[in-house]
């Protein structure tokens, strides 16, 4: 009995250790994500997808639904007007921050919804990966500075570019960081965080997505780029980021946003 107790206390905190995003700004416009964790949740008008995750915990298997827009992942009810080109930032909640030992790639994808995102079918969504970033450099001892480090280091935030010269249009934004500190055989996996938000993006582009794939065919599991012990170095130049090759639509380099 006693225990069970333990084990409780041990796990509760762990639970909000995890996080969700709850600020988003597009086109320089301010919006509060959805927070699961509020009492009622809220708020009722956001471009950040709903979810019943109220602890923000981490999703594997990678092919179940939950992996395309969270657990219970449900449309925004608006959408975020962002022009062609121009950049979203997501910011992370955290009672303090993204915990430091949450190290991994940063990634984004956008799927057009071909009508209003709000009505979209998640499990219909073919996404391009737009931009990616994974292992940076050995600047700190343990496991070096990662994407993840990043964006602790920029206030929980990722900006994401919008591909210059996209069609107009109704599409979904990705976002998702992966953390890697229990990805070691024996450990509990690598850590899912996708954050889906609504955007209606402007100008006249021409640019469409084809070759999209469905989120649940992402990942395996046991590729290089998810199952790894990064504890033993700080050196991992050679790491694969995993999921599908950067869209050829979107900037050609890692993090496309910083041109
Ligand atoms: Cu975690």
């Known amino acids: 009995m006693f225990s069970s107790i333990a084990i409780i206390a041990a796990i509760a905190p762990l639970a909000f250790a995890h996080s969700h995003v ?6 320089n416009i301010h919006y509060t994500g959805y927070n699961p964790n509020g009492f009622p949740p809220y708020p009722s008008n956001t471009p950040g997808w709903f979810t019943t995750n109220s602890g923000g915990n981490p999703l594997y298997p990678v092919n179940t639904t939950a992996i395309i827009c969270g657990v219970g992942g449900s449309p925004a009810n608006i959408s975020a007007p962002v022009a062609a080109g121009g950049i979203v930032r997501a910011r992370w909640w955290q009672p303090g921050e993204w915990p430091v030992s949450h190290h991994g790639p940063v990634l984004d994808y956008l799927a057009p919804c071909n009508g209003p995102c709000s009505k979209v079918n998640p499990e219909s969504l073919k996404f391009v990966k737009i931009d990616q970033r994974g292992w940076l450099n050995t600047s700190t001892w343990q496991e070096g500075t990662w994407a993840a480090d990043e964006l602790r280091a920029d206030d929980q935030s990722w900006n994401i570019k919008i591909p210059a010269g996209l069609k107009a249009g109704e599409y979904i934004l990705r976002h998702e960081i992966i953390a890697l500190h229990v990805a070691f055989e024996g450990g509990a996996g690598a850590e899912h965080y996708p954050q889906c938000i609504n955007l209606k993006v402007t100008g006249s582009g021409t640019k469409t997505i084809t070759g999209g794939v469905d989120a649940r065919t992402f990942y395996r599991g046991d590729e290089p780029g998810l199952d ?10 050679g790491y694969v980021i995993p999921g599908p090759p950067v869209w050829s639509g979107a900037v050609k380099k890692d993090r496309s946003f910083e041109a």
Not at 228 to 234: G, P, R, S, Y
């Open 22 to 27: 709850d600020e988003i700004w597009a086109n």
């Open 228 to 237: 790894i012990d990064i504890h033993t170095t700080n050196d991992h130049s």
